[in-house]
């Protein structure tokens, strides 16, 4: 018989939940000449939360390395809300922090 009771262990504080997204500039057509040298941009969004979130089930048809392409990446700052379009989905969410990286080339 114990007269102290053990404290139960306390599991670490969960991950604040994250997105990451790639963005590679690599058609002339569009990129700016500026952006050859690093055409990767990643941005990786930490505390994020979705609001919204709608796929165009429709486009599911046109080719996987085009679906993704990017029409709009809008940012928010009163609420602190982006808002990315891109050919086959609305996604609408907020993020407590991000961080950009550029790279020289098509990393996975």
């Known amino acids: 018989m114990g007269l102290f009771r053990r404290r139960p262990k306390r599991a670490d504080p969960p991950e604040?939940?994250?997105?990451?997204r790639r963005f590679i500039?690599?058609?002339?057509?569009?990129?700016?000449?500026?952006?050859?040298?690093?055409?990767?941009?990643?941005?990786r969004f930490s505390g994020v939360r979705i609001w919204q979130w709608e796929d165009d089930y429709d486009l599911f048809e046109s080719p996987v390395d085009?679906?993704?392409?990017?029409?709009?990446?809008?940012?928010?700052?009163?609420?602190?809300?982006f808002s990315l379009?891109?050919?086959?989905?609305?996604?609408?969410?907020?993020?407590?922090r991000l961080m950009?990286?550029?790279?020289?080339?098509?990393?996975p």
């Not at 950009?100 to 990393?107: A, D, F, I, K, T």
């Open 66 to 81: 085009k679906r993704g392409q990017v029409r709009a990446l809008d940012h928010y700052a009163l609420t602190n809300v």
């Open 85 to 96: 379009l891109t050919l086959n989905m609305c996604l609408l969410f907020s993020a407590s």
């Open 25 to 43: 500039y690599d058609d002339p057509q569009w990129s700016p000449p500026e952006a050859r040298a690093t055409p990767v941009v990643v941005l």
């Open 16 to 20: 604040p939940p994250a997105l990451t």
């Open 100 to 107: 950009v990286e550029l790279q020289s080339g098509r990393h």
